[in-house]
């Protein structure tokens, strides 16, 4: 199955809700998506809160696709024009194979507004309040100073090419955001990232793992020790440096 197909099949299952919307944001939207690699990040406007009949029918939807590989990397949240105010608010989510409540980002809705990607239904425009730069620009020191920054001191986690790659490419992206006021793709902030004095061994291998044909070989233990010691050795002062400047 092609993401096309997987897209359309989940479209074709949703329809009997009567969803006003469903957008696409994240790598699908800005251009950067990679078949198998990247998610599927999606959010659907319902016309009302789901209720616990319409949750039951969601999780059901999202079971019946797990059969097809390419689902397990699609997440969507669902939302109401009545709930889509407050950038803070909770919303249903389906992600990782499981239903959960997330909210709406600030750096999300504006990834909507700048290049959303329409696939059924209104536009952001008429349903998504416009999002402030000093909003935007809070969230997003937030995020760096309160989930990124702690993490840093968690050892274990950077042997993990997930942790390795979004630290990064969130730390780019985030410095692009506050500096220029402006939201890029994870390519275009791979490419930043050099400039931002990240160790070019990493940022290689960042590369390689996403965007190298067929992907390389898993990394062994010794490497992996290295590449999680040089990233927090970079992280971690990068990321002090940046609150300090902007928040």
Same mark, same amino acid.
């Given at each position: 199955?092609?993401?096309?197909?997987?897209?359309?099949?989940?479209?074709?299952?949703?329809?009997?809700?009567?969803?006003?919307?469903?957008?696409?944001?994240?790598?699908?939207?800005?251009?950067?998506?990679?078949?198998?690699?990247?998610?599927?990040?999606?959010?659907?406007?319902?016309?009302?809160?789901?209720? &616990?009949? *319409?949750?039951? =029918?969601?999780? $059901?939807?999202? +079971?019946?696709? /797990?059969?097809?590989?390419?689902?397990?990397? @699609?997440?969507?949240?669902?939302?109401?024009?009545?709930?889509?105010?407050?950038?803070?608010?909770?919303?249903?989510?389906?992600?990782?194979?499981?239903?959960?409540?997330?909210?709406?980002?600030?750096?999300?809705?504006?990834?909507?507004?700048?290049?959303?990607?329409?696939?059924?239904?209104?536009?952001?425009?008429?349903?998504?309040?416009?999002?402030?730069?000093?909003?935007?620009?809070?969230?997003?020191?937030?995020?760096?100073?309160?989930?990124?920054?702690?993490?840093?001191?968690?050892?274990?986690?950077?042997?993990?090419?997930?942790?390795?790659?979004?630290? &990064?490419? *969130?730390?780019? =992206?985030?410095? $692009?955001?506050? +500096?220029?006021? /402006?939201?890029?793709?994870?390519?275009?902030? @791979?490419?930043?990232?050099?400039?931002?004095?990240?160790?070019?061994?990493?940022?290689?291998?960042?590369?390689?793992?996403?965007?190298?044909?067929?992907?390389?070989?898993?990394?062994?233990?010794?490497?992996?020790?290295?590449?999680?010691?040089?990233?927090?050795?970079?992280?971690?002062?990068?990321?002090?440096?940046?609150?300090?400047?902007?928040?």
């Amino acid at each position: 199955m092609t993401t096309a197909s997987l897209l359309d099949g989940f479209l074709s299952a949703l329809l009997p809700l009567r969803p006003r919307a469903l957008w696409a944001h994240g790598s699908l939207a800005g251009g950067d998506y990679r078949e198998g690699r990247s998610d599927l990040d999606l959010i659907a406007v319902l016309s009302a809160p789901p209720a &616990l009949g *319409t949750t039951g =029918r969601l999780m $059901v939807l999202h +079971r019946r696709l /797990r059969a097809e590989p390419l689902a397990a990397k @699609l997440h969507c949240s669902y939302v109401s024009p009545a709930t889509l105010e407050d950038p803070d608010r909770a919303h249903l989510t389906w992600a990782h194979g499981r239903m959960t409540r997330r909210p709406v980002t600030p750096v999300t809705r504006r990834e909507l507004h700048d290049f959303g990607r329409v696939l059924h239904g209104e536009p952001p425009a008429g349903l998504l309040p416009p999002v402030p730069r000093d909003q935007l620009d809070r969230f997003v020191v937030r995020d760096q100073r309160t989930f990124w920054r702690p993490a840093v001191d968690k050892a274990r986690l950077w042997r993990q090419d997930v942790w390795v790659d979004l630290g &990064l490419l *969130t730390f780019a =992206r985030a410095t $692009v955001t506050l +500096r220029d006021g /402006r939201l890029i793709s994870k390519r275009q902030a @791979l490419a930043e990232l050099p400039a931002l004095g990240a160790p070019a061994e990493v940022v290689e291998d960042i590369a390689r793992r996403r965007y190298d044909a067929p992907a390389p070989a898993p990394a062994g233990a010794g490497r992996l020790a290295r590449r999680a010691e040089l990233t927090r050795g970079y992280l971690g002062p990068a990321i002090d440096a940046l609150v300090t400047t902007y928040g």
